[in-house]
């Protein structure tokens, strides 16, 4: 069985940076694409940025160039690198896969305050 295990969050202030990493278990990992969503305190959660297995990426608008997605299939991890933070990013954040293909892991809280 496949576990997403999500940490790297935290308490920034505005403008800071933190770096999130996925441990992916029990998965042919080099075989999928993986994408970090959040999700904000009511509000739904959102696709933030992806990863395809040949290392190409997308991101949401709201965080194209703060935001770097990367992997390393040597350690089955997927990472998000998060600079010039912003409270809107304040969010629980988590891996899967691009269709949801596994169940959610726990995820991590990142909270920005101004």
């Known amino acids: 069985q496949v576990q997403l295990v999500e940490s790297g969050g935290g308490l920034v202030q505005a403008g800071g940076s933190l770096r999130l990493s996925c441990v992916v278990s029990?998965?042919?990992?080099?075989?999928?694409?993986f994408t970090w969503y959040r999700q904000a305190p009511g509000k739904q959660r959102e696709a933030v940025a992806t990863?395809?297995?040949?290392?190409?990426?997308n991101y949401v608008d709201s965080v194209k160039g703060r935001f770097t997605i990367s992997r390393d299939n040597a350690k089955n991890t997927v990472y998000l690198q998060m600079n010039s933070l912003k409270p809107e990013d304040t969010a629980v954040y988590y891996c899967?896969?691009?269709?949801?293909?596994?169940?959610w892991g726990q995820g991590t809280q990142v909270t920005v305050s101004s």
């Open positions: 899967n896969t691009p269709r949801l293909r596994y169940s």
């Open positions: 029990g998965s042919t990992f080099r075989r999928d694409a």
């Open positions: 990863i395809s297995t040949s290392g190409g990426t």
